[in-house]
Each structure stands twice: as structure tokens, then as C-alpha cells.
């Protein structure tokens, strides 16, 4: 074990007798290397520099010494051994515990092509950014604050950037565009965990993954190549889901999204308003799987009385009028000739704002800014809008000053080019193949993927998180992904737990579903780990697999 990596395991160095905590020095990195971020771009240099700093902070009673570790691990081609990827990571380690008894969670966002840094400085890292969500958050200067929500009391927190985001590059005669891919970035993934758990001595801890939106479809795969290759998991949470790209723009699965977006903003036409969202928003689930997908099948039949009675309730739910509604062809996700989300534009148009597809609690002057959302980019919708520029701009003040890692290259947080470029083909373990169908549509499917890890590690706990107005990856259309995934056994299917909060995409950014995101989260890491058979069956799966490995 090299010294970077014991210096990251953080000693035991918590307190003396007399209760004065006395940590060792902290140790800066700069790192002179560039890091572009083009297809065609690489780096030469394989060093694993690290900045290491060390720290303490309050959650619940409990205060936590903690190691923050901010630099770069080099992984290898599996085939050949040869250094392939620098990617860059920032962990955060409980001090003075042992490894085997401590879980350990892997963080990334989604995109293809964001960084973790909304993940990081946004949900349960011991940090967090102050925004005024759902209100747009004001231009500097913007505090970051404890994070009294941080899963660092029940976990080490590992937040890892994929090739061509935040400073993490291919190594020659590897290029960043060779990682652009469904298969080609889990198989990255799976080789920069297998080197952190190498390298910090980890192989023994519990482990889980959490991923947001695209993040969750990564997770899939990413578990399924784990396994295959000797790494099993205790937990993952999907956030935000998006697990089969066909349903992308469902109705069916979009319009309890709608309706809680009418309820938020007082425009649903139930007299009166409902008090409790929950039970609305499944009363609404009730009507869009069945009355709702019948009229779809059944509209323009203005004979048939089964559509009137829809079309009423429809407008009740959602706030829009039955004219209107009827020139949308009922379907809720419509978009215009422009790309504009017709419900998102249509609802408070009479205010003359737009809503935001990612959370649509927030509205903003819609000049076409609630347009088409790409659930893969995003750049131009009002959530983001409202929280891009704090991000940006903490994230360079944190890294350098409070974990020390400078650099004189750019931070990438988002990179449109790996979305443009990247490959969505995937065959998963069923053999289907998905990902790009004959008119160039991603038609992406990983429920299958997850499916099959769940079967084949039958201790596996998945929790996936969702927020109510979130138009980009719907709740229930997660719901029918999961419903639909091809796993029979009614045993392993119990190990997965929906939980819905009053938030958008990025749940963590709503302080009351951060908090109860929090609670959900400490359920899973108590039962996973709490469950010593099943950590045990885990750790037999984990060396039989490993010791077949050595064999082949």
C-alpha cells in the first residue's frame, strides 16, 4: 500500500486522553498537469497525487473526525494491465475506525457528462451549499455550510468524475472519447472502484452506490460488471431514475408529475384542494393507468362518453382546460414544433412564467427557457439556471481553499461533448439489445441489468428516491419501470424500497426531502449492514467470484 493511500485511511486519529482533538498536519497538492476535456484529448502523466486534509463536524450528537481526500487514482486496461484513465475523486473517511466494519458509498451524477459536484456540494457530503431553492438562488457571495444531513455518520463517502469531467482524463495512447459509452464507462467505474478498494485497504467493507439521473441507469450496469467480476454490493440508491429511455415522454407515467406540479402552484380544479400531496399524487397514478391510458388509446373518438369523463378529470388534475387539452391529443408530455414542454409553458402562462423541468416549484420568464429538456444536458432550464452559478462558483473556492487542491486547469462540472458523443448501445444480461433504434433515438434499457444483479445477489437492498415535480425523469414512470423489471422472485423483489419526496430532480435541494432523503437512506445502511448473514453471504459471493477470477 503506497503512502497517499494509508494517508487517506485516516489513523485513528480522533483524540488524545484529555479530549483535545490533535489531528496530523494536512498535506496540499498542486497539480501542474492540464486536463482537456475533447474527445481527442489526454494526459501523459500517471501520477496518483492526493490532497489531504483533515477535519471534524457535528451530525446529530455524535462529533465525526473526518479525512478529506481530493486527487486522482490511475486505473488499467483489465486486459492488459496498462495504466488507462486518471480520475479524479474526492473521499471523505471517518477517522479511527476499522475498515471492514465501515460501509463505503461511491457518488456520481449523471449527464453522461456532469461531474459529481452537484451531488457533492448539493445532498450528503459534510458540506452544503446554501440556495434559496425552489427560489432562484442570488449572485455571490453564497455560504457553504455544515451539512447536518451528511451520511457520514453511517458512511465513508467516495465522490467519483468519469473521463472528461472535473480533472479526469485518459492517459495516452488512450483518448477521453474510448470512456464515452453505456458500457465503456461502467467498465471505467468498476476499475476505479476496484482501485480505491485496492488502495485503501476496502476490499472487506460494505459497499453501495448511489447515482442520480443518468447515474441511476450507470448504476445498473455498473453492478451487474461489479459482480461479474468479483466486487458484490450491500446497497444502491437510484435517484431520480431513468431506466428505460422508450418510456421517456410517457403520459401514462408523466401525468401524476403534472398534477403535482397544478397542486404546488393552486391551479388543480378539485374542489377542495387536496391537503395531502402523497395521497393526491396516487389517486392521479390510479386514473393515468387506467381511465387515462384507455382515452389515449381511444382519443380522437369524440362519440365515445368514456373520453368526455377522462378529458374531465384530466383537466381537474392538471389545470388545464378540456379545449386545450384535447388540441394537445390529451398527452400531458407533448411538446411543440419548438421543443417546448407544452404543459410546463402552458400552466402559468397567464403570469407569463414558465416551469422548470426539473423541478416545477420553480418558474422563470419563459423566453423558451422551459424548452425541450434533454434529460441528459440541461444547462438551459430554470432549476438549473437557479442553481448553476453558486455551484461553479463554491466548488473552485472548496476545492482550493478548504481541501487544498489546486489546479492551473478549468473544472469541468458539465461537458456536453461526452453527450454528443457518446455510445448508448448496451446489450444487457438478457441479451437484448437496446440503446440507439433505427431513427437514432436512445431507447437505452438497464431495468434488466439491475434485475439481474438483484437475482444473483439476493441480500442486495435497492432504494430508489424520487421528487414529485420532477418532469425530466417522472416518479411514475420509475414506478412502471420498476414493476415491469424481469425479476420473478417475490423475496429479492422485497429488497427494493420506493420513496417519493415534495421535491424536483435534484431531491437534496429541497431542505425537508433532504432531511427525510437522509432518514430513508440511514433505514438501508442500518439494514444492510446490521444484517450480518447477509454481509457474510456478500463477502463468500465476493471471494468465490474473486478466487474464480484468479483461475480463469
Not at 196 to 209: G, I
Amino acid at each position: 500500500m503506497n503512502d497517499q493511500a494509508r494517508s487517506t485511511q485516516g489513523n485513528g486519529h480522533a483524540s488524545s486522553g484529555n479530549g483535545k482533538h490533535r489531528s496530523p498536519a494536512d498535506r496540499p497538492c498542486f497539480d501542474p498537469t492540464a486536463y482537456g476535456n475533447g474527445p481527442d484529448d489526454f494526459v501523459t502523466d500517471m501520477t496518483e497525487n492526493a490532497a489531504i486534509t483533515h477535519h471534524a463536524m457535528q451530525i446529530g450528537r455524535e462529533v465525526i473526525a473526518y479525512t478529506a481526500t481530493a486527487g486522482h487514482l490511475v486505473t488499467v486496461d483489465p486486459g492488459s494491465s496498462q495504466p488507462n484513465a486518471k480520475i479524479f475523486y474526492v473521499a471523505f473517511t471517518k477517522d479511527g475506525v476499522q475498515a471492514q466494519d465501515r460501509p463505503v458509498t461511491f457518488f456520481y451524477n449523471g449527464g453522461p457528462g456532469s461531474s459529481s459536484v452537484f451531488v457533492l456540494l448539493g445532498s450528503f457530503a459534510p458540506k452544503r451549499i446554501k440556495t434559496s431553492m425552489p427560489g432562484f438562488t442570488p449572485p455571490a457571495p453564497y455560504t457553504l455550510e455544515d451539512n447536518p444531513d451528511s451520511l457520514l455518520d453511517k458512511s465513508d463517502l467516495v465522490f467519483v468524475n468519469p473521463v472528461g469531467t472535473g480533472y479526469s482524463a485518459a492517459i495516452a495512447p488512450h483518448h477521453n472519447r474510448e470512456f464515452w459509452g453505456v458500457d465503456q464507462d461502467a467498465d471505467s467505474l468498476k476499475q476505479f472502484i476496484k482501485r480505491y478498494l485496492t488502495a485503501n485497504d476496502r476490499w472487506n467493507s460494505p459497499k453501495f452506490l448511489f447515482g442520480e439521473s443518468y447515474g441511476t441507469a450507470r448504476s445498473c450496469v455498473l453492478a451487474y460488471r461489479l459482480h461479474e467480476d468479483g466486487v458484490d454490493l450491500n446497497g444502491i440508491t437510484l435517484q431520480s431514475s431513468i431506466l428505460d429511455y422508450a418510456q421517456s415522454g410517457n403520459p401514462v407515467g408523466a401525468l401524476p408529475t403534472a398534477a403535482a406540479d397544478a397542486w404546488y402552484h393552486d391551479r388543480v380544479g378539485v374542489k377542495p384542494k387536496p391537503k395531502d400531496l402523497q395521497v393526491f399524487a396516487e389517486q392521479v397514478a390510479q386514473f393515468a393507468r387506467a381511465d387515462y391510458r384507455e382515452a389515449l388509446a381511444k382519443f380522437p373518438n369524440a362519440k365515445d362518453p368514456a373520453i368526455a369523463a377522462a378529458l374531465s378529470t384530466l383537466s381537474k388534475y392538471t389545470g388545464i382546460d378540456t379545449q386545450t387539452l384535447s388540441s394537445w391529443n390529451l398527452d400531458i408530455a407533448a411538446y411543440d414544433s419548438r421543443g417546448n414542454s407544452l404543459f410546463l409553458t402552458t400552466l402559468l402562462k397567464d403570469k407569463g412564467v414558465a416551469l422548470g423541468a426539473y423541478d416545477g416549484r420553480v418558474t422563470a420568464i419563459d423566453t423558451g427557457i422551459a424548452g425541450k429538456i434533454d434529460p441528459n444536458s440541461g444547462g438551459n432550464d430554470p432549476t438549473m439556471t437557479a442553481v448553476t452559478g453558486v455551484y461553479t462558483a463554491m466548488w473552485n473556492s472548496y476545492l482550493n481553499e478548504q481541501l487544498k487542491f489546486r489546479s492551473n486547469s478549468s473544472f469541468t462540472d458539465l461537458n456536453d461533448q461526452v453527450f454528443h458523443n457518446w455510445n448508448f448501445s448496451h446489450i444487457d444480461p438478457t441479451g437484448a439489445q437496446k440503446g440507439i433504434d433505427a431513427q437514432g433515438n436512445i431507447v437505452l434499457y438497464t431495468a434488466g441489468d439491475l434485475a439481474a444483479v438483484m437475482a444473483l445477489n439476493p441480500d442486495l437492498r435497492v432504494l430508489s428516491a424520487n421528487g414529485y415535480y420532477d418532469f425530466v425523469t417522472p416518479f411514475y414512470q420509475t414506478v412502471i419501470d420498476l414493476q415491469k423489471m424481469p425479476l420473478v422472485d417475490q423475496k429479492v423483489r422485497d429488497n427494493l424500497s420506493a420513496r417519493f419526496y415534495p421535491s424536483g430532480h435534484m431531491v437534496y435541494l429541497d431542505n425537508g426531502s433532504r432531511t427525510a432523503l437522509k432518514a430513508d437512506l440511514a433505514k438501508l445502511y442500518q439494514g444492510a449492514v446490521k444484517d450480518r448473514p447477509a454481509v457474510a453471504r456478500i463477502r463468500a459471493l465476493q471471494r468465490m467470484s474473486t478466487m474464480s477470477t484468479m483461475h480463469h
